[in-house]
Structure formats: structure tokens, C-alpha cells
């Protein structure tokens, strides 16, 4: 039986450590399990999970967003999984074609006291054509801009089937790279981007 997994993407849930939640590695499983991954160097990651957690079906869903991270270990350090090295590259912000365009105001704030430099920033990117789109990360990336950074890390992976309607809906708002994100409100982001997401994908069902 598959779990229903949802990943916290906030800052201040109190149900998980605040840097397992800078990381995005906290996941809540069927509604009940508090599960995380803590990060532990560029490739690592240590996973936190009871019996019941089918431990392969999290660790997918933590690798759609952090497909660099290949080595996954128990709470002692034992080896649970290894996947496939993934290049990661250096790419200049500008090159960079967004999926999204909004940003949360509250998650950049929240993002400032843990990222120090552009090494910190590694952002999961699909080829569409000729350009390299962003999968996530644009909280990242718009605080990148704020800082003057030139440049990110990222790596490439598979684009889902609903990343070019995300990318012309981008355009459309003259949205061509990170510099032309829009910063909005917490109570905004909600409103907005939320709602774009539901009618998008209600409207293909």
C-alpha cells in the first residue's frame, strides 16, 4: 500500500527541528508520521522513520526535489540506499527560465540566516529547447538576486508534463529569469499562487 506524503514547506512547524526544516527535509507520512531527512554534506543524507514507513517510497519522494542527494543512511549510520551520482554545475542566475512567479515574502525572510553564499543555492533544473528551466527553488533564487550573486549551483532532471504550461503562464507575466520574480505577501502567496495551481491542474483533469 502506497503512503500519502506530504512535504512541510515552512519554516516554523514545531513538530520538526528547525534545521531538518531549512533543509526541506521534513515529510509528514499518511497524515500521522513525522519522518525527516537531515542533510549531511553535499551528496548524504541521514533519514529519521518508524517500522511502519515504507523508507524506499520516502526517499523518492524526497529525491524529486533533491535528486543530488544519492547516499541515504539510517539514524546509525547505516547504509540504506545508493543511487547514481548526479553532476552538479555552476549556471549563471540570468540563464535561468522560471516555472514559477511569485515569491513568499515570509520564506524569504526565513531562508536569510542559513544561506551564506551562492555554494549554498542548488537548484533542480529540466532542458526545455534551449532553455534551463527551474523546477524549484525560486525563494532561493530570488535571494540570490537581493544578494548580488551571479551565479547558483544546479543539476538536470526530468521535467514533469505540466512544466511547459507553467513556463508560458511565466512569460505570459513577462517573467523571463529570476531577476523578474515577484515578491508578495505570505496571505498573497497563498491566494495566488495556490489558486493558479488548483485551476491549472483542475482545468487538465
Known sequence: ??????????????RFDK?????????????????????????SAIVFFGKEIDVLQLID???????HIVNFYNKNMELIKVFSPIKVFSILIRDIQPSQF??????????Q????????????????????????????????????????????TEPGDYLEGFVEEARKRKVYSPYNLELISHEDYKIKWDKFCDDFFKARE
Open 19 to 43: 534545521e531538518i526544516l531549512r533543509q526541506h527535509g521534513a515529510f509528514v507520512v499518511d497524515g500521522k508520521y513525522n519522518c525527516s531527512f537531515k542533510i549531511v554534506n553535499d551528496d
Open 102 to 111: 511569485f515569491v513568499d515574502m515570509d520564506k524569504v525572510k526565513a531562508i
Open 113 to 156: 540566516s542559513f544561506i551564506n553564499n551562492e555554494e549554498d543555492i542548488i537548484i533542480p533544473l529540466a532542458k526545455l529547447k534551449d532553455s534551463f528551466i527551474s523546477l524549484d527553488g525560486h525563494t532561493r533564487l530570488y535571494y540570490a538576486v537581493s544578494r548580488g550573486y551571479t551565479k547558483v549551483k544546479g543539476y538536470l
Open 61 to 67: 519522494e524526497f529525491r524529486f526535489y533533491s535528486e
Open 1 to 14: 500500500m502506497e503512503h500519502k506524503i506530504q512535504r512541510i514547506n515552512n519554516y516554523d512547524d514545531e
